[in-house]
């Protein structure tokens, strides 16, 4: 009876550390957008052109019934196109009867799209026309009906752009230190002091777009909003991570203490630094 009371309280302990880890990580979980580089998408339909088939054997040509703002504006932007950044003229070509409705349509002319150019024709196909008129009657006609898909990509800065990210990790003894440091210019730095020997000193080079990526993850991250320099009460031989951020006079640091015990945000930042440091052609430097 002793062995399970003691095997129960294990579990529980167990389930408790990973359920309930210790500390408020962050103020909020959810980042405030205005540190984000939001690539802003923004998409325009428009109908340019009708062009009507012996337009000159009309009396009256065909047109569509409503406005061609308010039929451009029934014309959808799929966003996978748009994340995918496909744009272009779409042309089609409608038969219409003598009562103004399309009959039969085709396309001429796509950009390449998923489906984009056969949704755009249903939606065409649906509306009504006043119909060519000659003689006073009501004719079929036909004409080509030419559609742009434009995009405009706006890039919202974040409000702070990083000068310098450091990372410190600590393994299990008091000498095992490996420190990882990017900075702006596009200078990198590794350093691994063992203690018992002289540090190994690595330079090498990130490019300026991984950096930004790295400024950007970092501060989605919530990094600026963590409320305490210690994330954990691991004993303090346990391995730890040390990561410091530098903007101008702005200066924040963040220490995590085991493995099991770092938030989400917090392991991922270190995760995505550590790639970002297998990306560098290092060179090392001979004192």
Known sequence: MKNRI?????????????LF????????????????????????????NIDVEDSANYDSQPRFIEDLETVAKKIIYPEIEKRAGVDGRVVLHINIDSLGQVIKGNILKGIGGDGIEESTLDKIKKEKFHPAMKNNKKIASQLTVTIIFSLNYQVDKPELDLDEIKCELHGGYIYDIRTII???????YFNHDRGYEPPQKFIGVIKSDLY???????????????????????????????ITIKSGNLEKSITSQGKS???????????????????????????
Do not use: H, M
């Open 212 to 242: 930004i990526k790295l400024n950007d993850f970092i501060i989605s991250q919530c990094f600026l909003d963590y409320e305490s320099d210690y994330i954990s009460n691991i004993p303090s031989d346990s391995p730890k991570t040390i």
């Open 6 to 18: 003691v095997k129960t309280s294990i579990v529980v302990f167990f389930l408790s550390a990973f």
């Open 182 to 188: 990017f900075r702006k210019d596009g200078t990198a």
């Open 21 to 48: 880890p210790q500390g408020n990580y962050t103020k909020n979980k959810d980042c405030p957008p205005l540190f984000t580089r939001i690539r802003t998408i923004v998409s325009e339909i428009k109908i340019v």
């Open 261 to 287: 015990y770092e938030p989400i945000g917090f392991w991922a930042i270190k995760t995505v630094i550590l790639q970002a440091k297998e990306s560098v052609k290092w060179e090392e430097v001979k004192e």
